[in-house]
């Protein structure tokens, strides 16, 4: 293919979208809440997406915090399930856990306050990271994602 051909080809072909940036880009745009609450159920497990975007990181800041005592007993439950292999990890995976622990946290506080979720009646709680970028492709942070698990069979009491 000659170049005035693939030229050619190209013009009428236009540039490429990327739809995935701009919806990303759009729904941060029109977000107006701090934690966006996502929830599915699939055969009798019950998942709710609790996803902080990095644009809302300093308004959720200033709109909940840990106590010094909710931040302790945070701290605490992370030493008890890291014990073992604390003094195996790199000092930046020890920085890592503690703030995922303490962001995560946070957002759980944040959910029981706005929409009244329970943590306690989950049982599995997980944080992920997302990049996130603008229209244009630049990295613009990472929105955090704590996901809480409950199995429908979990509450079952058998007698």
Request: charged content about 35%; hydrophobic content about 35%; proline content about 1%.
């Amino acid at each position: 293919m000659s170049k005035e051909m693939m030229t050619n080809r190209i013009k009428k072909i236009g540039n490429k979208r990327n739809f995935m940036l701009e919806s990303q880009a759009k729904e941060m745009n029109e977000n107006d809440k701090i934690v966006i609450l996502v929830s599915k159920t699939d055969k009798g497990i019950e998942n709710i997406d609790l996803i902080l975007e990095p644009n809302k990181f300093e308004e959720l800041s200033s709109k909940v915090r840990l106590s010094y005592e909710e931040y302790i007993d945070v701290i605490n439950d992370l030493v008890e399930a890291e014990e073992a292999e604390w003094d195996e990890l790199r000092m930046k995976d020890q920085v890592n856990i503690t703030r995922d622990a303490i962001i995560q946290a946070t957002i759980l506080k944040y959910a029981q306050n706005e929409y009244g979720i329970d943590k306690n009646k989950y049982s599995g709680i997980s944080i992920n990271y997302d990049k996130r970028f603008d229209e244009d492709g630049r990295f613009l942070g990472e929105a955090t994602t704590v996901t809480l698990t409950a199995i429908a069979l979990m509450e079952v009491t058998i007698k």
